[in-house]
């Protein structure tokens, strides 16, 4: 069982910046692909990004967003730059079965990213 808390989510005025942070629990960080997904009010939940427990990263919004995380911490991260009011969303960290897959295992209860125009 991972349990995941998200945080850092807020009211940003377009073109700004925000950093979601997610917390994990659990021995095994270190072991598991991390995604952030996000969900627009009335639109389908989307893959964002991922990171595998070895660095390698993906993401579906190249040039603004930024996975990482710091297994240490047991922490996944994702810096958003140039911040759009389409990025409006509710964002959820989850864990990935594999590298390359796109259905969370565990989510997190997600963070509100509101971005005003």
């Known amino acids: 069982q991972v349990q995941l808390v998200e945080s850092g989510g807020g009211l940003v005025q377009a073109g700004g910046s925000l950093r979601l942070s997610c917390a994990a629990s659990g021995r095994?960080?270190?072991s598991y692909v991390m995604g952030w997904?996000?969900?627009?009010?009335?639109?389908?939940?989307?893959?964002?990004?991922?990171?595998?427990?070895s660095g390698a990263l993906t993401?579906?919004?190249k040039g603004r967003f930024t996975i990482s995380?710091?297994?240490?911490?047991?922490?996944?991260y994702l810096q958003m730059n140039s911040l759009k009011p389409e990025d409006t969303a509710v964002y959820y960290?989850?864990?990935l079965a594999a590298?390359?897959?796109r259905v969370?295992?565990?989510w997190g209860q997600?963070?509100?990213v509101t971005v005003s125009s």
């Open 37 to 53: 997904f996000r969900q627009a009010p009335g639109k389908e939940r989307e893959f964002v990004a991922a990171v595998s427990g």
């Open 59 to 61: 993401t579906s919004v």
């Open 69 to 76: 995380r710091d297994n240490a911490k047991n922490t996944v």
């Open 93 to 95: 960290c989850a864990t």
């Open 28 to 30: 095994t960080f270190s």
């Open 110 to 112: 997600g963070t509100q």
């Open 99 to 101: 590298w390359g897959s």
């Open 104 to 106: 969370g295992d565990y």
